[in-house]
C-alpha cells in the first residue's frame, strides 16, 4: 500500500511559479507509476501529467505542456510537479495518485492510492 502526501501549493499571481510535492510511504512506491491530477470548483477531476515507474515516459495534458513537468525520486519517495507561467484557469486542488503497475496510464481511472490534495490559487 501506497501513502501521499502533497505540499506546495498556495496563492501565485499569473506568470509565476510552483512547485508541487508528493511524498510517499509504502513499501511499493518504485515500481508505481504516478499522476498528478487536478478539480476545480464546479469541474471534474482531471488528469495534468503522468509518468511511469521508471520516469522514462511522461505525459501531459495539452493545457499544461511546455508550462509543467512532473518528475520523481525514488531515493526519496517523492514525485514532483514544477509549474511555470502560471494562469488563472490552473486554479484548482492539485493532487497525486499512484498506480498498482509501472507504467502510465493518461486517464482519472487506473490509480488505487491518491493523496488528500494541495490548493494552488492563481491570481490575475
Known amino acids: 500500500q501506497v501513502q501521499l502526501v502533497e505540499s506546495g501549493g498556495g496563492l501565485v499571481q499569473a506568470g509565476g511559479s510552483l512547485r508541487l510535492s508528493c511524498a510517499a510511504s509504502g513499501h511499493t512506491f518504485g515500481s508505481s507509476a504516478m499522476g498528478w491530477f487536478r478539480q476545480a470548483p464546479g469541474k471534474e477531476r482531471e488528469i495534468v501529467a503522468a509518468i511511469s515507474w521508471s520516469g522514462a515516459d511522461t505525459s501531459y495534458a495539452d493545457s499544461v505542456k511546455g508550462r509543467f513537468t512532473i518528475s520523481r525520486n525514488d531515493a526519496e519517495n517523492a514525485v514532483y510537479l514544477q509549474m511555470n507561467s502560471l494562469k488563472p484557469e490552473d486554479t484548482a486542488v492539485y493532487s497525486c495518485?499512484?498506480?498498482?503497475?509501472?507504467?502510465?496510464?493518461?486517464?482519472?481511472?487506473?490509480?488505487?492510492?491518491w493523496g488528500q490534495g494541495t490548493q494552488v490559487t492563481v491570481s490575475s
Open positions: 495518485a499512484a498506480r498498482t503497475g509501472r507504467y502510465l496510464v493518461f486517464t482519472t481511472t487506473g490509480y488505487a492510492y
